[in-house]
């Protein structure tokens, strides 16, 4: 078995089979890829400084240029930074400064979110792809820079840093997760090997590649399987059917709502024209993954898991509907109380499935072996203490685990959010809406969304005296901010006389998150999309919007 990601894209030198289909339907085969990686990776070398981290930054949509720089970096040991760019501002800005990036590819949307920003990094070690000067330099490649490539393809080891995949973390500061080429290639023979991967498959890929989900359940156990991989620039519910059947797609990756959001589309005669038997992802309800089985005829397999890659549990297929999976093997993982770093009591339902003790079974989800593939953050040994207290891997979320040994997702701890897939930390959010001139107090905090696929932003505001809150007016400021996050706009927003606080005037979340939309202050919203202008909730729209999610 490789060892190497480097080893991997080698095997591939002379395969003329089918490696990847671009959006406008153009076929590569993976030695055409292997020849466009290699011409990336000796642009690369000529440009990295050795004194230095050989650390790459990408803000690039999904496509063949990313694909590019993905190999071209494997196979010169070099470390690929995927940037976020749904993050904006000095948030953006900061994040690139912390992981010592000494390129940036991008192109021309990317530059314009970095335009005027302080990256501690001039302007001629951002490289544009469509550029004509990066196409020059692409054409100057000759036989003995690829060669030299090849070389360095080989030199690589396991233990060569190969990504760093930004996360949030206990401090509301992104971290960037260590994934090294070994640990990767590891996870492409395990993922390609558990999801039934093989050579004939086409792996549509509308989730982003600076996302662990993409690169991890996707285009790694496509490489190790030598499968088709179809990326396209974004996900888009109205043209999901389409490009599946364009692309002969067999499996296919997803996150948060975007089951919701294909749902949501109007069915057609032709939902069950294609080819796609499987799709892989996190946070679709029950009923969404069973409705979608039933409409487009796609079998659904949820995991769990991160990025920093301390815990994995894998669904079997005697795991009851609605649980994670059991104890992956070789693992400790156990649901510990973190005040008494005991176990929490296995969960009790009762005849209909509600849970009867949640409060002794409900307890944060641990890894007692230890750190298990977690490889670190990159320079952030703090937040690595507090991944591995007590010498065990400590996840951050919350579960609970029946009597048979499956474990049941149960939120996640601490003051987070968990959007469309991402985590969010509210304080960045609240820093934003605290600007706003009619407000004199924000709370931001996650409500489960009626809609499915993990939580949604909420705000409860107090407004300064005199003030009335115009929803139009908020929407318009809020969008003009050049420091929102794409997915920072709260969905909901609750308008308080007074919000609450502790014995020592502290403002407190606890009642307002455990009301949930089931507020009684005046409610406002956005819409499923948050696009549109705060209006009032009332009537049967809020009666719609608070009833029992279903599990």
Same mark, same amino acid.
């Not at 509308?206 to 620039?233: D, E, R, T």
């Given at each position: ?112 979110? =970095?335009?005027?920003?302080? =990256? ?44 760093? =995949? ?188 509600? =849970? ?30 507090e991944r591995l207290r007590s010498g065990w891997y400590w996840s951050g979320d919350l579960a609970y685990r029946d009597q048979a040994g499956f474990f049941h997702f149960a939120g996640r701890g601490g003051d987070w959010l968990r959007v469309d897939s991402e985590n969010m930390a509210a304080g960045p959010i609240e820093a934003v809406l605290s600007r706003y001139g009619d407000f004199d107090s924000v709370l931001v905090y996650g409500v489960a ?65 455990s009301a949930g939309l089931n507020t009684t202050h005046p409610l406002y919203w956005s819409g499923a999309r948050r696009s549109e202008p705060y209006a009032l909730v009332t009537g049967e729209d809020r009666a719609r919007l608070t009833a029992p999610a279903e599990s």
């Amino acid at each position: 078995m490789a060892e190497t990601m480097a080893q991997l894209l080698l095997e591939h030198t002379q395969d003329h089979g089918l490696g990847a289909i671009d959006v406008d339907n153009t076929r590569w085969s993976w030695a055409q890829l292997i020849a466009r990686a290699t011409r990336v990776g000796a642009v690369a070398s000529m440009m990295l400084r050795e004194q230095d981290p050989p650390h790459i930054g990408v803000l690039l949509p999904n496509g063949l240029d990313y694909l590019d720089w993905l190999s071209g970096a494997a196979l010169i040991g070099a470390t690929v930074v995927g940037i976020n760019p749904t993050r904006r501002g000095e948030q953006l800005a900061a994040d690139i400064r912390s992981v010592d990036c000494q390129i940036i590819v991008t192109d021309y949307h990317g530059a314009q979110l =970095l335009e005027g920003l302080n =990256l501690q990094l001039a302007k001629d070690r951002i490289v544009r792809v469509d550029d004509r000067a990066y196409g020059e330099l692409l054409d100057e490649i000759d036989e003995h820079d690829a060669a030299h490539v090849h070389a360095r393809a080989e030199a690589v080891v396991a233990q060569d840093l190969f990504l760093l =995949l930004f996360t949030s973390g206990t401090t509301g500061t992104p971290k960037a997760v260590r994934c090294t080429q070994g640990r990767l290639a590891t996870i492409a023979a395990t993922a390609g090997a558990n999801y039934g991967f093989v050579r004939d498959d086409k792996c549509y890929c509308p989730m982003p590649l600076f996302h662990g989900n993409a690169i991890m359940a996707l285009w790694a156990p496509a490489l190790w399987s030598g499968a088709a991989i179809a990326p396209v620039p974004k996900f888009s519910a109205s043209g999901w059917l389409s490009d599946v059947q364009r692309t002969g797609a067999t499996k296919f990756t997803y996150v948060g709502k975007a089951i919701a959001y294909l749902l949501a589309t109007a069915p057609t005669a032709n939902d069950q024209s294609h080819d796609v038997a499987m799709g892989f992802g996190t946070e679709a309800s029950l009923p969404h993954r069973l409705a979608f089985a039933e409409r487009f005829g796609v079998r659904l397999i949820e995991g769990y898991g991160s990025s920093e890659g301390g815990i994995n549990v894998i669904a079997t297929p005697d795991t009851p509907v609605g649980a994670l999976g059991p104890c992956p093997p070789g693992m400790d993982v156990v649901v510990v109380d973190p005040a008494t770093l005991l176990e929490c009591a296995p969960a009790v339902f009762d005849e209909h499935g509600k =849970l009867l003790n949640a409060e002794a079974a409900i307890g944060e989800l641990v890894n007692r072996s230890g750190a298990a593939r977690f490889e670190g953050y990159y320079e952030r040994p703090d937040a690595e203490g507090e991944r591995l207290r007590s010498g065990w891997y400590w996840s951050g979320d919350l579960a609970y685990r029946d009597q048979a040994g499956f474990f049941h997702f149960a939120g996640r701890g601490g003051d987070w959010l968990r959007v469309d897939s991402e985590n969010m930390a509210a304080g960045p959010i609240e820093a934003v809406l605290s600007r706003y001139g009619d407000f004199d107090s924000v709370l931001v905090y996650g409500v489960a969304s009626p809609f499915g696929g993990g939580e949604e932003v909420m705000a409860a505001v107090e407004l300064r005296e005199g003030a009335t809150f115009r929803g139009e007016d908020f929407f318009s400021w809020l969008f003009a901010q050049s420091d929102l996050g794409t997915k920072w706009a709260p969905m909901f927003v609750a308008v308080a006389d007074q919000l609450p606080t502790t014995a020592t005037g502290k403002l407190t979340k606890v009642s307002l998150k455990s009301a949930g939309l089931n507020t009684t202050h005046p409610l406002y919203w956005s819409g499923a999309r948050r696009s549109e202008p705060y209006a009032l909730v009332t009537g049967e729209d809020r009666a719609r919007l608070t009833a029992p999610a279903e599990s």
